[in-house]
């Protein structure tokens, strides 16, 4: 079974700190992505990563940044948290091989900034 | 820019009934999938759906795809209690393998 994991189910910050999210995948995926739920919005697209050291911009990258130094792990930067980033965050994974689609999520890690 | 649309957004049902959820999309695109998310957890994925016509059922849940109309459905059949969930459609883009989702569909199942 494909398995994603991300470091904290929850995490409190305060406004200003730099905040690292992690996440892991142990299925050789090529294929990142971080998301944010909030109620009413669904899921938003935040940064993704098709390959190690290569990142693109989703919907909502303001405010964020990514690293991917390692195939299987990428992480996500809030260089100065503030409120309004306080959200549900989900990493997911996907690979490029012919026949497998879907993204598999980790199990979120809901943050607070106060 | 892709936009999902899912109707309604919330959904109350009693057991036994039926009922359908929609996904609106608004560009061309062949590959929508259908997610569902218990209170507090992660996505679980539930359904592909890969070409125009496509159908997959699994259980009390049905799902089908028309690109032409670019809309998908989930029909829920005879509902019981412990699908009372969040339901999400998302539609992945052709140049690549982003997806966008739509809002969610709250269903909650009365007994």
């Known amino acids: 079974d494909v398995k994603v994991t991300q470091s904290s189910r929850y995490l409190v910050k305060r406004t200003g700190e730099k905040v690292f999210l992690e996440c892991v995948q142990d299925?050789?995926?090529?294929?990142m992505f971080w998301y944010r739920q909030d109620p009413g919005l669904g899921l938003r697209l935040i940064y993704f990563?098709?390959?190690?050291?290569?990142?693109e911009k989703g919907d909502i990258p303001e405010g964020y940044s990514v690293s991917r130094e390692k195939k299987e792990r990428f992480s996500l930067i809030l260089e100065s948290a503030s409120t309004n980033q306080t959200s549900m965050y989900l990493c997911?994974?996907?690979?490029?091989?012919?026949?497998?689609?879907?993204?598999?999520f980790g199990p979120g890690t809901r943050l607070t900034v106060t | 820019e892709l936009k999902v649309e899912q109707n309604p957004l919330f959904l109350s049902m009693q057991e036994g009934k039926n009922y359908t959820i929609y996904c609106n999309y608004s560009?061309?695109?062949?590959?929508l999938y259908w997610y569902r998310q218990d209170p507090g957890k992660s996505l679980e994925s539930l359904f592909v759906?890969?070409?125009?016509?496509a159908v997959k059922q699994e259980g009390r849940l049905m799902a089908s795809l028309d690109t032409k109309a670019r809309l998908s459905t989930l029909h829920i059949t005879a509902a019981v209690h412990d699908l009372s969930a969040t339901y999400f459609c998302?539609?992945?883009?052709?140049?690549?393998?982003?997806?966008?989702f739509g809002e969610g569909t709250q269903l909650t199942v009365n007994p």
């Open positions: 560009t061309t695109s062949d590959r």
């Open positions: 997911a994974s996907s690979s490029e091989a012919e026949g497998e689609y879907e993204q598999y």
């Open positions: 998302a539609v992945e883009e052709t140049s690549g393998s982003r997806l966008t």
């Open positions: 759906l890969l070409s125009n016509g």
């Open positions: 990563s098709y390959d190690v050291k290569m990142k």
């Open positions: 299925m050789d995926h090529e294929n």
